[in-house]
């Protein structure tokens, strides 16, 4: 059987803010005709919950809630939508606002063990491309194929900057610069999970690569 039609393939993608990770994510799911998964969301939707009821964003007491949460992952189209307590949340987790909390809740193991072992269980249905930041270090250690995509922060945060723009939302480029900058610290030095590449991960610099691009590159990269 060819190897793109194997429902356990996961394609892992992972990088910091702004490298193009969700486009290409998209695109080369679309051309491979597996799910995408955006693992990030799901970081989102339990920032958003949390903030919405009321709990404060440090380890005691996201810890204590976290079990309390029903959080589900399902998919119409290939997409993934996230739900919370039986209400699909995926249209509100946009912003830098719900941003910060995911990058908040993201540091505490007890949020990333009930997130890890949610999306480990989406293998097996039909192949997937998954992006984030531990997929191919922590999720899919054993991933069929890895890739981590990179960019200069000036680019990422440019980037992020124009889709915030198109999203309706009243920033500034050096308000967005400062946001992706602490988040990659937070991310790069928490302790569970650090943002960083797999030693068998395909490393690709975006900053002067078109979506269509990255997505040849990976292909043939891999035999999928």
């Not at 505490?108 to 998954?130: E, N």
């Amino acid at each position: 059987m060819a190897m793109a039609t194997r429902a356990d393939v996961v394609i892992a993608i992972d990088g910091p803010s702004g490298v193009g990770k969700s486009t290409v994510a998209k695109r080369l799911a679309e051309r491979l005709g597996y799910r995408y998964i955006d693992s990030g969301a799901l970081y989102r939707a339990v920032g958003w919950a949390a903030q919405a009821a009321g709990v404060p964003l440090e380890a005691g007491a996201l810890t204590e809630w976290i079990p309390r949460l029903s959080l589900t992952l399902t998919f119409a189209d290939g997409q993934s939508e996230v739900w919370i307590d039986g209400q699909c949340v995926t249209p509100k987790l946009q912003g830098e606002t719900v941003g910060a909390a995911a990058s908040a809740v993201a540091t505490v193991p007890a949020v990333r063990q009930v997130i890890t072992s949610l999306l480990r269980g989406v293998r097996g249905r039909q192949g997937v491309v998954m992006e984030g930041r531990d997929i191919g270090t922590v999720v899919f250690p054993d991933a069929t194929a890895k890739f981590f995509l990179d960019a200069s922060i000036e680019t990422r945060g440019q980037r992020r900057f124009q889709d915030m723009q198109r999203m309706g939302q009243s920033v500034t480029l050096r308000s967005v610069m400062a946001a992706v900058a602490t988040r990659d610290a937070r991310d790069r030095s928490r302790e569970a999970a650090p943002l960083t590449s797999s030693i068998d991960a395909h490393v690709i610099d975006t900053t002067d690569l078109t979506i269509d691009d990255v997505v040849e590159r990976m292909l043939s990269k891999t035999c999928l």
